[in-house]
């Protein structure tokens, strides 16, 4: 089992940055893909990010590819989410989560459990 801290949110302008920390307990940390979802205000969560295990490899959705940077600590049991030039439409309660899941598409939340409580960002225009 692994328990999850989020933090490093704020309020921020658009075009401003932020990093974003995910801080897991449990010595099976490194062997968890590790994944940043959001949720805003009467939407469903949506994936963000993802990173593997290693650190190797990652994946991004369309909409924060190119501004958005995913990479993770396994020595401090830390990810991270990078975040650039932000946008209003970026606003949004930010989920990490270990996936647990195998059976389905990695942007799945479903394919994701032991969520910690969020870290609210908010951009202005």
């Known amino acids: 089992q692994v328990h999850v801290v989020e933090s490093g949110g704020g309020a921020v302008q658009a075009g401003g940055s932020l990093r974003l920390s995910c801080a897991a307990s449990?010595?099976?940390?490194?062997?968890?893909?590790m994944g940043w979802f959001r949720q805003a205000p009467g939407k469903e969560r949506e994936f963000v990010a993802l990173?593997?295990?290693?650190?190797?490899?990652?994946f991004y959705a369309d909409s924060v590819k190119g501004r958005f940077t995913i990479s993770r600590d396994n020595a401090k049991n830390t990810v991270y989410l990078q975040m650039n030039t932000l946008k209003p439409e970026d606003t949004a309660v930010y989920y990490c989560?270990?996936?647990?899941?195998?059976?389905?598409?990695?942007?799945?939340?479903?394919?994701?459990?032991?969520w910690g409580q969020g870290t609210q960002v908010t951009v202005s225009s």
């Open positions: 990173i593997d295990s290693r650190g190797i490899s990652t």
């Open positions: 449990g010595r099976t940390f490194s062997s968890y893909h």
């Open positions: 989560a270990p996936k647990t899941g195998y059976s389905g598409p990695y942007y799945s939340s479903r394919q994701y459990n032991y």
